[in-house]
């Protein structure tokens, strides 16, 4: 079986083998943040520097994320601006010590949609300064086409906005966005709620998916985690088989050439 997996893709030239990114807020407590982010299997956490409160606290939540041994994504969740958002990224590459940097710019507060000029403003800042970023955008194909000219290697598109559990709105636009820039990584961020969505995602092709709120919301976050992880799983291998094509009318499973014929009268 091993001969059709391929179980890895790439972020900015490094080799990642578990498809399901996990995020770090919203947990019922720090415990069970850290026992689902480790039922996950996944290889990296995305943190955000700029929510952390109190240093107590702060303290202990980044004791507990060094802990899981997982490859920090630092994100600018948050950030409003482009001054804003390259700052905070500044930032981060200082407190984690990476050039890794989730891009988030929001753009509206009803329903926390990017800003995609601002966006692809902060973005190429940042490419400038030796950042990897992984921008949070829309489904938006032309938007994606510009983040990939100014020197993108991933991409993160929403399914639907932030925290919302709606799952791939515009699947339209997603298949169009994965057909139209085969080369780049893509990973669907935000709005999945349930593992079939995370199913639908990989089916499609996407790399991987980002989850936090369809995992931390859920009522017990440890299972979903688990839940999320095989679906991701069988996605990946529904799309590495191929799906057999569509049809209008119904075909039998079980052919009948060869088959004999019995009639009443031999009997």
């Known amino acids: 079986m091993k001969d059709c997996i391929d179980d890895s893709f790439n972020i900015y030239g490094e080799q990642i083998n578990s498809r399901l990114l996990i995020g770090s807020a919203l947990y019922p407590s720090p415990a069970i943040m850290a026992e ?20 107590a606290a702060g303290d202990d939540f980044w004791q507990l994320i060094k802990d899981t041994g997982l490859k920090i994504l630092p994100n600018t969740a948050g950030c409003h601006s482009v001054k804003e958002a390259v700052t905070l990224a500044q930032m981060c590459r200082e407190v984690f010590a990476t050039d890794w940097i989730k891009l988030e710019l929001i753009g509206d507060e009803y329903n926390l949609q990017p800003d995609p000029f601002a966006l692809l403003e902060a973005t190429k800042i940042l490419l400038a300064e030796g950042f990897k970023v992984l921008p949070y955008c829309t489904d938006d194909l032309v938007l994606c086409q510009r983040l990939a000219q100014a020197g993108c290697e991933v991409l993160m598109p929403w399914g639907a906005p932030i925290g919302t559990g709606k799952g791939l709105l515009n699947q339209y636009n997603l298949k169009t966005i994965r057909e139209r820039l085969p080369e780049l990584t893509l990973i669907v961020d935000a709005g999945l709620g349930l593992p079939s969505h995370a199913c639908q995602a990989l089916e499609m092709g996407y790399d991987a998916v980002l989850l936090n709120s369809a995992i931390a919301g859920a009522g ?48």
């Open 36 to 55: 689902s982010i480790e039922a996950s299997g996944s290889q990296i956490v995305t943190v955000s520097l700029r929510r952390q409160q109190s240093a």
């Open 220 to 267: 017990c976050p440890v299972t979903m985690s688990c839940a999320f992880k095989a679906a991701v799983e069988a996605g990946r291998f529904g799309y590495l088989a191929k799906a057999m094509p569509e049809k209008e009318v119904a075909a039998p499973s079980t052919p009948t050439m060869g088959m004999p014929f019995w009639h009443q009268d031999k009997i």
